[in-house]
């Protein structure tokens, strides 16, 4: 990869200092895109235990919940 900066004629000029853009070569990009694409799919559906351990226990403790206040609310009824 090559750093590239944009003079004032608009005119590509490499530089070792910060870089405004980066030339790659055709393989390069292929492979940025393959690697991109592989990375964002494992990060949106790798399994996260820590978020299956927060919505299961959060599911639990609704469904006991609301299975009591059923309960509350249908022994109400019959009075």
């Not at 639990?60 to 009591?68: K, R, T």
């Amino acid at each position: 990869m090559q750093c590239v900066t944009i003079l004032q004629d608009g005119t590509l000029q490499a530089s070792n200092t910060t870089c405004d853009f980066v030339i790659v070569t055709q393989e390069e990009y292929l492979n940025l895109g393959v690697q991109g694409l592989a990375n964002l799919l494992t990060e949106l559906f790798a399994f996260d235990l820590a978020i299956f351990g927060f919505v299961s226990s959060s599911l639990a403790v609704a469904f006991i919940s609301f299975h009591g206040l059923g309960r509350v609310v249908r022994a109400m009824g019959k009075y």
